[in-house]
Nanobody, 125 residues
Framework: HVQLVESGGGLVQAGGSLRLSCAAS???????????MGWYRQAPGKQRELVAT???????TYPDSVKGRFTISRDNAKNTVYLQMNSLKPEDTAVYYC????????????????WGQGTQVTVSS
């Protein structure tokens, strides 16, 4: 089973920047490869929505709401994905979740979707 751990959330003023990180790790002796990684967010009373995705080959997608302000990147050697958020707005306030599409080889061949525990981002006006 692969776990994702996010970090980097916090409180920032409108117009400011934050950088989120998400590192994937498996149990001792496990082997896995991560296909698509992504960031999602959920504001109070709203559904979880896509923020950005990145393939292993580093193709990226963004919704219009964050395009030009957010940048997703990844380090395949470290199994880590990043989200650089610039020009933050109060409407970006949400819990941000990391997501990964994982191909596990050891201890058994299985494909699984994994979520992190979430990190709070609060943008004050």
């Amino acid at each position: 089973h692969v776990q994702l751990v996010e970090s980097g959330g916090g409180l920032v003023q409108a117009g400011g920047s934050l950088r989120l990180s998400c590192a994937a790790s498996g149990s001792t002796g496990s082997a896995f490869s991560i296909n698509v990684m992504g960031w999602y967010r959920q504001a109070p009373g709203k559904q979880r929505e896509l923020v950005a995705t990145i393939t292993r080959g580093r193709d990226t997608t963004y919704p219009d709401s964050v395009k030009g302000r957010f940048t997703i990147s990844r380090d395949n050697a470290k199994n880590t994905v990043y989200l650089q958020m610039n020009s933050l707005k109060p409407e970006d306030t949400a819990v941000y979740y990391c997501n990964a599409d994982v191909q596990v080889f050891i201890p058994k061949v299985v494909r699984e979707e994994t979520w992190g525990q979430g990190t709070q981002v609060t943008v004050s006006s």
